[in-house]
């Protein structure tokens, strides 16, 4: 029997109604990797930031190193070994390594910090994470990796049992990724119990002992060794009814909250366009109709569709092009042409650091592209400013909606207007009953709720917040002819998802809006796009759409795209051979 | 007008006018002239033999005040006449600046140092550093355990003309009754003595004046704000004395602006330090009405003479530079102390 | 939460509604309190004249407040206000004594106050360097300019320039009109126009209102000019009234009681929020301070310790106020 090191029972968690967790068990044995996956806001993070303290529970019991509690501060979290690795690390650049190691623990020697002490030990935990850096170097001056593996070491200079590594390669390079797996492997043998939270399969093949799927905030497939199958693992995230390991109760992702959502949205995650269109408003049902005979609901098909579609040419039956991107380049990123149609909905597909939010700020001008062009309709517009870009009709939703998108303390109507305050001024004076006009009927097109113009942004909701920062390019003084959204929904609750979806989707079908956005998340794309670019490496490495556009081909297509960790697939996306998802070659027009 | 109304005001604003008075200690007898009896005769006979001096260095530490570039103007020409150059620092009203800026000259070797410590105590080591290694200390503005020599003025003495004056002239105008307002100065040594010698003279001399206020105020805004403070209370205030000219001026405005007329026969304001403005007023009739002043020749000629003298081996080379109350009636010495400025 | 409350009263005009006003700015209570103390205490506090010459007095701090609280808002602030009161002062002194007529004399004035802010809102904005260090040396590079061009005392402006600080118009001294303009332009440009939103929305998030398409660059920068404006009309206000100006310590110290008034009236240094009438609110609460001590004869240091003190206790008040409201 191996000593258990971490086991959850039942844990659940609600926020303002909303459920993020709901009765889940988790165990993770002494020496054991056990994979979390699931979508983006199903739940992962909730469950480790209960691990960390940083949540109570509502309910259930978290037991580590055989101590069993109800709710944990962070102090005692760390003090009972739980050491969790977050995607946005919490080194402190300005600090060395050692001193990064040694915050808030560090050694005195008549009152003063004893350096050399520090030092040593530090080495030898560089040395067990199998670390480059020298304890001297200054945390801010290292890769990415490197920074990653100071913090791991701070975590076992903590005696940490329980690791958590929160998508811990999504910011790395592939040698470093590789790197990386190794430690991993190392630690396990050094009997930590690490919770190792993904999205990427090839991960959980190589490194998993045990994998759990979270959806919903539930469990939705739970099992030990490496029988899964890649198609198990990705019907559990997706939630398919085909098969529902150990829990049957799989809904369809859209909790029924939103009006006329209900018929198309519990069916499954594929509430796709046709549904959420229909759903919309009466006016959108006709024009997204359209785009939805182009596809069937992507019910999932034995294996990974064959089917893909022609470069530059948008299984669309609009066909105008709206935005014209060609050959644009710059650091990081490119050549890359695409075009999205009148009305089209475009999705980037890739992982964190692919290269998608340069792509659309690029195209924002917010990034200086070195080279190519950008048309809206037949006029070249190529914007180096962001104002420039609106101007020409592009307008951009930031994915970081904290930094680049909201004013928190600013009102409501504030955000959503800022930008058009200026619009609607006459001779230089703001017209102020305009302006309450324009955001009623914004606040009320978009569901925001509640929609109190004066009400500082930061009191909303995360989806209310988005829908905000949307809401400043889709209302009636302020109507863009070409919307890119970068991870429209990230940090959005279910039912708000569903209602931006529903926004987006209307806006493409009644004004003809082009809309390219990126996501790391296929249930997303599926929700959303009439056709998905699947980007790797700052390009456009293949294509998917109409019904070969599905969760399982978008996660086939970025294993393949993606230059796994593991070395014998280690080609990079210009040659994607076995990829179902190939057709278009990147760059390419 | 005035902003300057908290604590949050550096005390160097405060010591400069202070300083300002300090430095002002010339002389301007009656007979007001450019050469005044010490100065002159301990300087002059050093003149030949001084000549080897070919270095002074003048430490004045408050640079805001107009007098600063009216002394490194003087004192320039001076020492050109006799073959030297004269090297500034530049303290900015901060102590430690200037202590640091005088550790230099002496590390340099500038032969003579003329210095006007802001902090007396705080000066004496590095005096006799510069004594140690051969060089010419000469103080300013007081005298130093360590030192070649030194040019003193006597801040009370201008209080005490002023406040003479005054109590002479509201025995004749007022019948010896009255309301007095002083703008005075606690905050360094020199502003203590000059306020004590004020009030001294006048509470002494004018015993059936009343005393209505006495607050701190050395610069042309606060003495303008607090001036009118006290006029809410005291509407029918006659007099004011200021520790400074700049004060003393701003009380001037105020009362002017409370519908006093600019030669209003029973009131009067007074100052110290003989700054441009103040002479102006007096000159032109106004209740402005004196001034304790010193005159920058006499100090310039002091801050060559004096370690000239040294230089020479004179016996007693020190200086004290005399101050004298300007008035109403001292049109020739006002010109010249303008000129002098100019 | 404090920060969201008080961006709840950004927008409103000087004249709003008396409970929810009194929520938002608790220093109206607080000014009040002291008004009725020092009127108890001294009997003389309220008399008009008196009022007179807090108003005059505040008059030129409020001149500067406005824009200066406007930059700060948007995220800068500008610290080299004192050193540009006394270029301002000295030039438009300088001209009238030339026997330049009263006009010319500002506008040169304002024109050396326009170059000053020019120089620093280019280097803030435009080159992206920190506003506390850029003006930080232009006060003391302003103050050096200052006085390597007048190095002596300027007097004896001539009447035409005296109009300016000592005329009266419809009662009120001219001082205190040119405030009241300039505080009622502060809160309709915030209230009213589209850059008034766009001051507030660079201030809480620059990069977000660049994304925006705002030009985060232009609005700051013409403020920084303003401000540079009104600290020279400010010291050729100040000269007028005296009829004199030092370049070494004409304004000095200025800058502090400027930003003391600005945060005191509930602006927050950190940007994105804060009120024309809270300026108003700050700019008064320092201006009856200092005179309120002077009449009750309070000795110096007594004085510092008590104006420290009631700063921290006026900034305190005003923000825990709101919390207690809830």
Same mark, same amino acid.
């Given at each position: 029997?191996?000593?258990?090191?971490?086991?959850?029972?039942?844990?659940?968690?609600?926020?303002?109604?909303?459920?993020?967790?709901?009765?889940?068990?988790?165990?993770?044995?002494?020496?054991?990797?056990?994979?979390?996956?699931?979508?983006?806001?199903?739940?992962?993070?909730?469950?480790?930031?209960?691990?960390?303290?940083?949540?109570?529970?509502?309910?259930?019991?978290?037991?580590?190193?055989?101590?069993?509690?109800?709710?944990?501060?962070?102090?005692?979290?760390?003090?009972?070994?739980?050491?969790?690795?977050?995607?946005?690390?919490?080194?402190?650049?300005?600090?060395?390594?050692?001193?990064?190691?040694?915050?808030?623990?560090?050694?005195?020697?008549?009152?003063?910090?004893?350096?050399?002490?520090?030092?040593?030990?530090?080495?030898?935990?560089?040395?067990?994470?199998?670390?480059?850096?020298?304890?001297?170097?200054?945390?801010?001056?290292?890769?990415?990796?490197?920074?990653?593996?100071?913090?791991?070491?701070?975590?076992?200079?903590?005696?940490?049992?329980?690791?958590?590594?929160?998508?811990?390669?999504?910011?790395?390079?592939?040698?470093?990724?590789?790197?990386?797996?190794?430690?991993?492997?190392?630690?396990?043998?050094?009997?930590?119990?690490?919770?190792?939270?993904?999205?990427?399969?090839?991960?959980?093949?190589?490194?998993?002992?045990?994998?759990?799927?979270?959806?919903?905030?539930?469990?939705?497939?739970?099992?030990?060794?490496?029988?899964?199958?890649?198609?198990?693992?990705?019907?559990?995230?997706?939630?398919?009814?085909?098969?529902?390991?150990?829990?049957?109760?799989?809904?369809?992702?859209?909790?029924?909250?939103?009006?006329?959502?209900?018929?198309?949205?519990?069916?499954?995650?594929?509430?796709?366009?046709?549904?959420?269109?229909?759903?919309?408003?009466?006016?959108?049902?006709?024009?997204?109709?359209?785009?939805?005979?182009?596809?069937?609901?992507?019910?999932?098909?034995?294996?990974?569709?064959?089917?893909?579609?022609?470069?530059?040419?948008?299984?669309?039956?609009?066909?105008?092009?709206?935005?014209?991107?060609?050959?644009?380049?710059?650091?990081?990123?490119?050549?890359?042409?695409?075009?999205?149609?009148?009305?089209?909905?475009?999705?980037?597909?890739?992982?964190?650091?692919?290269?998608?939010?340069?792509?659309?700020?690029?195209?924002?001008?917010?990034?200086?592209?070195?080279?190519?062009?950008?048309?809206?309709?037949?006029?070249?517009?190529?914007?180096?400013?962001?104002?420039?870009?609106?101007?020409?009709?592009?307008?951009?939703?930031?994915?970081?909606?904290?930094?680049?998108?909201?004013?928190?303390?600013?009102?409501?109507?504030?955000?959503?207007?800022?930008?058009?305050?200026?619009?609607?001024?006459?001779?230089?004076?703001?017209?102020?009953?305009?302006?309450?006009?324009?955001?009623?009927?914004?606040?009320?097109?978009?569901?925001?709720?509640?929609?109190?113009?004066?009400?500082?942004?930061?009191?909303?909701?995360?989806?209310?917040?988005?829908?905000?920062?949307?809401?400043?390019?889709?209302?009636?003084?302020?109507?863009?002819?070409?919307?890119?959204?970068?991870?429209?929904?990230?940090?959005?609750?279910?039912?708000?998802?569903?209602?931006?979806?529903?926004?987006?989707?209307?806006?493409?079908?009644?004004?003809?809006?082009?809309?390219?956005?990126?996501?790391?998340?296929?249930?997303?794309?599926?929700?959303?796009?009439?056709?998905?670019?699947?980007?790797?490496?700052?390009?456009?490495?293949?294509?998917?759409?109409?019904?070969?556009?599905?969760?399982?081909?978008?996660?086939?297509?970025?294993?393949?795209?993606?230059?796994?960790?593991?070395?014998?697939?280690?080609?990079?996306?210009?040659?994607?051979?076995?990829?179902?998802?190939?057709?278009?070659?990147?760059?390419?027009? | 007008?005035?902003?300057?109304?908290?604590?949050?005001?550096?005390?160097?604003?405060?010591?400069?006018?202070?300083?300002?008075?300090?430095?002002?200690?010339?002389?301007?007898?009656?007979?007001?002239?450019?050469?005044?009896?010490?100065?002159?005769?301990?300087?002059?006979?050093?003149?030949?033999?001084?000549?080897?001096?070919?270095?002074?260095?003048?430490?004045?530490?408050?640079?805001?005040?107009?007098?600063?570039?009216?002394?490194?103007?003087?004192?320039?020409?001076?020492?050109?006449?006799?073959?030297?150059?004269?090297?500034?620092?530049?303290?900015?009203?901060?102590?430690?600046?200037?202590?640091?800026?005088?550790?230099?000259?002496?590390?340099?070797?500038?032969?003579?140092?003329?210095?006007?410590?802001?902090?007396? +105590?705080?000066? +004496?080591?590095?005096?006799?550093?510069?004594?140690?290694?051969?060089?010419?200390?000469?103080?300013?503005?007081?005298?130093?355990?360590?030192?070649?020599?030194?040019?003193?003025?006597?801040?009370?003495?201008?209080?005490?003309?002023?406040?003479?004056?005054?109590?002479?002239?509201?025995?004749?105008?007022?019948?010896?009754?009255?309301?007095?307002?002083?703008?005075?100065?606690?905050?360094? +040594?020199?502003?203590?003595?000059?306020?004590?010698?004020?009030?001294?003279?006048?509470?002494?001399?004018?015993?059936?004046?009343?005393?209505?206020?006495?607050?701190?105020?050395?610069?042309?805004?606060?003495?303008?704000?607090?001036?009118?403070?006290?006029?809410?209370?005291?509407?029918?205030?006659?007099?004011?004395?200021?520790?400074?000219?700049?004060?003393?001026?701003?009380?001037?405005?105020?009362?002017?602006?409370?519908?006093?007329?600019?030669?209003?026969?029973?009131?009067?304001?007074?100052?110290?330090?003989?700054?441009?403005?103040?002479?102006?007023?007096?000159?032109?009739?106004?209740?402005?009405?004196?001034?304790?002043?010193?005159?920058?020749?006499?100090?310039?000629?002091?801050?060559?003479?004096?370690?000239?003298?040294?230089?020479?081996?004179?016996?007693?080379?020190?200086?004290?530079?005399?101050?004298?109350?300007?008035?109403?009636?001292?049109?020739?010495?006002?010109?010249?102390?303008?000129?002098?400025?100019? | 939460?404090?920060?969201?409350?008080?961006?709840?009263?950004?927008?409103?005009?000087?004249?709003?509604?008396?409970?929810?006003?009194?929520?938002?700015?608790?220093?109206?209570?607080?000014?009040?309190?002291?008004?009725?103390?020092?009127?108890?205490?001294?009997?003389?506090?309220?008399?008009?004249?008196?009022?007179?010459?807090?108003?005059?007095?505040?008059?030129?701090?409020?001149?500067?407040?406005?824009?200066?609280?406007?930059?700060?808002?948007?995220?800068?602030?500008?610290?080299?206000?004192?050193?540009?009161?006394?270029?301002?002062?000295?030039?438009?002194?300088?001209?009238?004594?030339?026997?330049?007529?009263?006009?010319?004399?500002?506008?040169?004035?304002?024109?050396?106050?326009?170059?000053?802010?020019?120089?620093?809102?280019?280097?803030?904005?435009?080159?992206?360097?920190?506003?506390?260090?850029?003006?930080?040396?232009?006060?003391?590079?302003?103050?050096?300019?200052?006085?390597?061009?007048?190095?002596?005392?300027?007097?004896?402006?001539?009447?035409?320039?005296?109009?300016?600080?000592?005329?009266?118009?419809?009662?009120?001294?001219?001082?205190?009109?040119?405030?009241?303009?300039?505080?009622?332009?502060?809160?309709?440009?915030?209230?009213?126009?589209?850059?008034?939103?766009?001051?507030?929305?660079?201030?809480?998030?620059?990069?977000?209102?660049?994304?925006?398409?705002?030009?985060?660059?232009?609005?700051?920068?013409?403020?920084?000019?303003?401000?540079?404006?009104?600290?020279?009309?400010?010291?050729?206000?100040?000269?007028?009234?005296?009829?004199?100006?030092?370049?070494?310590?004409?304004?000095?110290?200025?800058?502090?009681?400027?930003?003391?008034?600005?945060?005191?009236?509930?602006?927050?240094?950190?940007?994105?929020?804060?009120?024309?009438?809270?300026?108003?609110?700050?700019?008064?609460?320092?201006?009856?301070?200092?005179?309120?001590?002077?009449?009750?004869?309070?000795?110096?240091?007594?004085?510092?310790?008590?104006?420290?003190?009631?700063?921290?206790?006026?900034?305190?008040?005003?923000?825990?106020?709101?919390?207690?409201?809830?």
């Amino acid at each position: 029997m191996t000593p258990v090191n971490l086991r959850v029972r039942g844990l659940s968690k609600s926020f303002g109604g909303v459920r993020a967790l709901d009765g889940v068990d988790l165990t993770v044995p002494m020496g054991q990797v056990h994979a979390l996956l699931g979508h983006n806001g199903a739940g992962k993070s909730t469950l480790i930031k209960c691990l960390g303290g940083a949540f109570p529970p509502d309910a259930g019991t978290i037991e580590v190193g055989g101590t069993s509690y109800t709710r944990l501060s962070p102090r005692e979290s760390i003090d009972a070994g739980v050491a969790i690795i977050f995607q946005t690390l919490s080194v402190v650049d300005a600090l060395s390594v050692t001193e990064n190691i040694f915050l808030g623990q560090e050694w005195t020697r008549y009152g003063r910090i004893d350096r050399r002490a520090q030092e040593e030990v530090a080495a030898g935990l560089l040395e067990r994470v199998a670390a480059s850096c020298s304890p001297r170097d200054r945390v801010g001056e290292l890769p990415m990796g490197q920074r990653q593996l100071v913090e791991i070491a701070k975590a076992l200079s903590r005696s940490a049992a329980v690791l958590v590594l929160d998508e811990p390669t999504a910011a790395l390079s592939t040698a470093e990724s590789a790197a990386l797996a190794e430690r991993v492997e190392d630690l396990r043998t050094q009997g930590l119990a690490i919770v190792y939270v993904t999205h990427l399969l090839s991960e959980v093949e190589r490194l998993a002992d045990a994998v759990t799927v979270l959806r919903d905030g539930r469990v939705t497939h739970r099992s030990v060794g490496a029988g899964q199958t890649r198609r198990e693992l990705v019907e559990a995230i997706a939630g398919r009814p085909t098969r529902a390991p150990q829990v049957t109760q799989v809904t369809g992702g859209v909790p029924a909250q939103v009006p006329g959502s209900g018929g198309g949205a519990d069916e499954s995650a594929a509430c796709e366009g046709g549904a959420g269109g229909s759903a919309a408003s009466g006016g959108g049902a006709g024009g997204s109709a359209a785009s939805g005979g182009g596809r069937v609901s992507g019910r999932t098909t034995a294996e990974p569709p064959a089917s893909t579609a022609a470069s530059g040419a948008p299984a669309h039956p609009s066909g105008r092009p709206r935005l014209t991107v060609d050959g644009l380049h710059g650091p990081g990123f490119g050549p890359v042409s695409l075009t999205v149609a009148e009305g089209e909905r475009v999705g980037l597909f890739g992982l964190i650091g692919s290269g998608r939010t340069r792509i659309l700020e690029s195209l924002y001008g917010a990034r200086r592209a070195v080279g190519g062009t950008v048309s809206v309709g037949d006029r070249t517009v190529t914007p180096a400013r962001p104002a420039e870009a609106l101007a020409a009709g592009i307008a951009l939703v930031p994915a970081d909606r904290r930094r680049q998108g909201l004013f928190p303390l600013l009102g409501a109507q504030d955000n959503a207007l800022l930008p058009s305050v200026r619009h609607l001024a006459r001779a230089g004076i703001r017209a102020r009953g305009a302006e309450h006009r324009v955001f009623g009927a914004l606040a009320e097109a978009v569901g925001l709720r509640p929609a109190r113009p004066r009400l500082p942004a930061a009191a909303f909701s995360g989806g209310n917040q988005q829908k905000l920062v949307l809401g400043r390019w889709i209302h009636e003084a302020r109507s863009v002819d070409v919307l890119l959204l970068d991870e429209p929904t990230q940090g959005v609750d279910v039912g708000a998802r569903q209602e931006i979806y529903e926004v987006v989707t209307a806006l493409a079908a009644d004004r003809g809006t082009a809309v390219l956005f990126a996501s790391s998340d296929p249930e997303e794309v599926v929700a959303l796009a009439d056709r998905c670019l699947i980007v790797a490496e700052g390009r456009i490495a293949g294509e998917l759409s109409g019904p070969g556009l599905t969760e399982e081909a978008l996660l086939s297509a970025i294993h393949d795209a993606e230059p796994a960790p593991d070395p014998g697939t280690q080609h990079t996306a210009s040659a994607p051979a076995p990829s179902p998802a190939s057709a278009s070659a990147e760059g390419a027009a | 007008m005035t902003t300057r109304r908290f604590a949050t005001v550096p005390s160097a604003t405060r010591r400069q006018f202070l300083a300002y008075s300090g430095a002002v200690a010339a002389a301007l007898t009656a007979a007001g002239c450019s050469a005044p009896p010490g100065a002159a005769t301990a300087t002059r006979p050093s003149a030949s033999s001084g000549a080897r001096l070919t270095k002074i260095g003048l430490d004045y530490p408050f640079t805001q005040l107009p007098l600063y570039s009216t002394l490194v103007k003087l004192s320039t020409a001076g020492a050109k006449k006799h073959g030297a150059s004269l090297l500034t620092t530049n303290d900015g009203a901060n102590a430690d600046t200037q202590a640091s800026n005088l550790t230099t000259w002496v590390a340099r070797k500038v032969p003579a140092i003329v210095s006007f410590p802001m902090v007396f +105590e705080a000066t +004496e080591a590095i005096a006799k550093a510069a004594l140690d290694a051969g060089l010419i200390w000469v103080t300013y503005g007081g005298s130093l355990e360590h030192q070649s020599a030194d040019i003193q003025f006597s801040f009370r003495k201008g209080g005490t003309l002023l406040g003479t004056a005054a109590a002479k002239w509201a025995a004749e105008q007022l019948g010896g009754k009255g309301k007095i307002a002083f703008l005075t100065d606690s905050t360094i +040594e020199l502003g203590r003595e000059r306020t004590k010698g004020m009030i001294d003279a006048f509470t002494e001399l004018a015993p059936g004046v009343d005393v209505v206020a006495q607050e701190q105020a050395i610069d042309p805004d606060t003495g303008l704000a607090k001036t009118q403070a006290i006029l809410a209370k005291h509407p029918d205030l006659n007099l004011v004395l200021g520790v400074t000219d700049a004060a003393a001026y701003g009380g001037f405005k105020a009362l002017q602006q409370a519908g006093r007329k600019k030669d209003d026969a029973r009131t009067f304001v007074g100052g110290q330090d003989g700054s441009a403005p103040s002479l102006v007023a007096i000159k032109q009739g106004t209740f402005y009405r004196a001034s304790a002043a010193l005159a920058p020749d006499d100090i310039a000629h002091a801050i060559v003479e004096v370690p000239r003298a040294v230089a020479a081996g004179k016996a007693d080379p020190g200086v004290e530079v005399p101050i004298a109350l300007v008035g109403p009636g001292d049109t020739a010495a006002i010109d010249d102390l303008l000129a002098q400025n100019g | 939460m404090t920060a969201a409350d008080s961006v709840l009263t950004r927008p409103r005009l000087v004249a709003s509604g008396g409970l929810t006003t009194l929520r938002r700015q608790p220093l109206i209570v607080v000014l009040g309190v002291m008004v009725a103390a020092f009127q108890l205490s001294t009997g003389s506090f309220l008399d008009p004249a008196n009022l007179r010459g807090i108003a005059t007095d505040a008059a030129t701090l409020a001149i500067v407040a406005v824009p200066s609280a406007l930059l700060v808002i948007s995220g800068y602030l500008d610290l080299s206000v004192g050193s540009t009161l006394a270029l301002g002062g000295l030039v438009g002194g300088w001209l009238a004594g030339q026997g330049q007529s009263p006009v010319v004399a500002v506008l040169g004035a304002l024109a050396a106050g326009a170059a000053v802010g020019a120089v620093n809102g280019v280097l803030c904005c435009y080159f992206g360097l920190s506003a506390f260090i850029v003006t930080l040396g232009m006060l003391t590079a302003v103050r050096g300019l200052a006085q390597q061009l007048f190095p002596l005392p300027l007097s004896g402006f001539g009447t035409g320039f005296a109009w300016l600080g000592g005329a009266r118009i419809a009662g009120l001294a001219a001082p205190v009109v040119v405030a009241a303009l300039v505080l009622a332009a502060g809160a309709l440009f915030l209230a009213l126009t589209p850059a008034g939103r766009h001051v507030f929305a660079i201030g809480v998030n620059r990069e977000a209102a660049h994304l925006s398409g705002i030009d985060v660059r232009r609005t700051p920068f013409a403020l920084f000019v303003i401000t540079g404006v009104a600290a020279a009309l400010a010291g050729a206000i100040k000269a007028s009234v005296l009829d004199s100006v030092v370049a070494g310590t004409s304004g000095s110290g200025f800058e502090l009681a400027v930003l003391t008034a600005v945060l005191v009236g509930g602006v927050a240094l950190t940007g994105g929020s804060g009120s024309i009438l809270g300026v108003l609110l700050g700019v008064l609460f320092l201006g009856c301070l200092q005179n309120g001590l002077t009449l009750l004869d309070v000795p110096t240091f007594w004085q510092q310790m008590a104006q420290g003190s009631a700063l921290v206790a006026g900034a305190a008040l005003a923000y825990f106020a709101p919390r207690a409201a809830r």
